[in-house]
């Protein structure tokens, strides 16, 4: 066989296969449940502090209120959510609450609940808010958050 008809062998090989359909499954995005809480509930000044020991939470809230001479400042993000920051980054971004089928609620990026840079909601009232990261790990390295409201 001569080269120049390999070639066109090979070329027409190559075109059919890059011609064959082969059938691709798209992840259908989750369902979007409405969070427990209002986004607003999180916008304000908070002293914020972590514990790793539930038996520490009490002494925890308590050291978090002092953090009101400096507080964190929450704010009302441009879309539906709130500008703080995540871990490991001085950047402030817009995160969200979203609710999960499991009836828990996280505060993240425009991704499905519970994604690993979620921190979950443990509880939200207009004077403390308890949250955790999602991830592990994470959560491993800045224990559970409470933040008290300042006055």
């Given at each position: 066989?001569?080269?120049?008809?390999?070639?066109?062998?090979?070329?027409?090989?190559?075109?059919?296969?890059?011609?064959?359909?082969?059938?691709?499954?798209?992840?259908?995005?989750?369902?979007?449940?409405?969070?427990?809480?209002?986004?607003?509930?999180?916008?304000?000044?908070?002293?914020?502090?972590?514990?790793?020991?539930?038996?520490?939470?009490?002494?925890?809230?308590?050291?978090?209120?002092?953090?009101?001479?400096?507080?964190?400042?929450?704010?009302?993000?441009?879309?539906?959510?709130?500008?703080?920051?995540?871990?490991?980054?001085?950047?402030?971004?817009?995160?969200?609450?979203?609710?999960s089928?499991?009836?828990?609620?996280?505060?993240?990026?425009?991704?499905?609940?519970?994604?690993?840079?979620?921190?979950?909601?443990?509880?939200?009232?207009?004077?403390?808010?308890?949250?955790?990261?999602?991830?592990?790990?994470?959560?491993?390295?800045?224990g559970?958050f409470?933040?008290?409201?300042?006055?």
């Open positions: 066989m001569r080269s120049d008809t390999c070639l066109k062998i090979v070329f027409a090989v190559l075109f059919v296969g890059g011609c064959s359909s082969t059938r691709t499954e798209v992840a259908t995005p989750a369902v979007a449940i409405a969070p427990a809480y209002a986004v607003d509930g999180l916008v304000g000044r908070w002293g914020v502090a972590s514990y790793r020991v539930e038996k520490d939470r009490a002494r925890t809230e308590a050291m978090a209120r002092t953090q009101c001479r400096l507080p964190y400042v929450i704010t009302k993000g441009p879309s539906d959510g709130v500008m703080m920051h995540v871990a490991d980054d001085a950047q402030l971004y817009e995160l969200t609450l979203k609710g089928k499991d009836g828990k609620t996280y505060l993240g990026f425009d991704a499905p609940p519970g994604d690993p840079q979620d921190r979950e909601i443990l509880s939200f009232s207009d004077k403390v808010v308890v949250m955790q990261y999602a991830n592990p790990e994470t959560h491993a390295r800045y559970t409470i933040y008290t409201r300042c006055a």
